[in-house]
């Protein structure tokens, strides 16, 4: 992981000269934007609310969304200029800046305050204690992201040794555990929605733990940009940030059908009940913060967590890394 993101250190100065994407007017007179998501999950509904419901528009944002499939590629297309914002868990731009980048991401906007996966066993377990795991085989995560990190701050909390007390097979790629784990021998398997409750319906899992719940609050998802970027377009990030903002206020506000009907153009695939159960579920465990504030204290404890599981090249300033100046301001 260390070495992969100097990789993406040498990148970023490389082409420090890059401010992101070329910002003109779209043929409806909107700013276009690129947003680059670590993934597309039901986790994140109050972006999806904010698209569905038009606030990026009435903020003069034409958005544009890729799904990158994971932190490490949301953070090569920033460095590229492929996107101009970038959601992803603030770890990568720790590393970036701690491997010397000039040029690194700074994050301007928080989004969830919990982790967003769930511990899926072969049979239901009302009784399931963390201690379960001991000698059993778990599909874990990328070495370095939130996911994996997150797991193993659990298991430290519990007394289990990641290393010594289970084993963690982290060989299976982003996103493709869980149809790993129906053909696997493994005990359990770290899933984000919909594949826990999809696992779930089929027969193939049950959700014993929610890491998010276990953890505590931690500051899992943030949107950051470019620091150059930031400097050359504060207006745009503050529309940006505005418009999070009113996701954030909607999906606190509406129940969890009514945020199910609102992002199903974004889940297509997934029956509008999945949906609303998951919602449900994320909305029980208080997944989503009231502001975009990314607060110092949490910024610290993900350096914490970051330090436990030997990721950390050094700690980071939180006053480089943050800026709270627009989320302050779109709650005005």
Request: glycine share 8%; hydrophobic share 40%.
């Amino acid at each position: 992981m260390k070495r992969l993101f100097s990789v993406l250190a040498a990148l970023s100065l490389s082409l420090a000269c890059l401010s992101g994407c070329q910002n003109g007017e779209s043929e409806k007179g909107l700013t276009p934007v690129v947003l680059s998501e670590v993934a597309h999950s039901i986790f994140y509904a109050p972006q999806y609310a904010a698209i569905e419901l038009g606030y990026f528009e009435e903020q003069g944002i034409d958005l544009t969304l890729v799904n990158a499939g994971g932190a490490d590629k949301v953070m090569t297309s920033m460095i590229s200029g492929d996107a101009d914002i970038g959601f992803m868990g603030s770890e990568a731009s720790i590393y970036t800046y701690a491997n010397g980048s000039k040029d690194y991401a700074v994050n301007f906007a928080q989004l969830t305050q919990r982790a967003g996966n769930f511990l899926v066993g072969r049979e239901p377990d009302e009784d399931f204690q963390w201690a379960d795991l001991k000698g059993t085989k778990v599909l874990g995560g990328r070495a370095g992201g939130m996911p994996q990190m997150v797991f193993e701050y659990i298991l430290k909390k519990n007394g289990i040794d990641p290393k010594t007390d289970l084993t963690i097979d982290q060989s299976i790629a982003f996103g493709l555990t869980a149809a790993a784990f129906t053909s696997s021998d493994a005990d359990y398997t770290v899933e984000f929605e919909p594949y826990a409750t999809s696992l779930e319906l089929e027969g193939q899992g049950y959700v014993v733990a929610s890491l998010g719940t276990d953890s505590g609050y931690v500051p899992y998802t943030a949107y950051s940009a470019n620091k150059s970027f930031v400097e050359e377009n504060p207006e745009l990030i503050q529309k940006f940030t505005n418009a999070i903002q009113m996701g954030l206020e909607y999906v606190n506000s509406h129940s969890s059908e009514e945020i199910a009907k609102t992002i199903q153009p974004q889940f297509e695939e997934t029956p509008l009940e999945n949906i609303t159960a998951i919602v449900e579920r994320y909305k029980a465990q208080d997944t989503w913060k009231e502001d975009t504030i990314f607060e110092e204290s949490s910024f610290d404890l993900l350096q914490n967590i970051l330090e436990e599981a030997g990721e950390l090249p050094k700690r980071v300033p939180y006053e480089d890394l943050v800026t709270t100046e627009f989320s302050k301001e779109a709650l005005q």
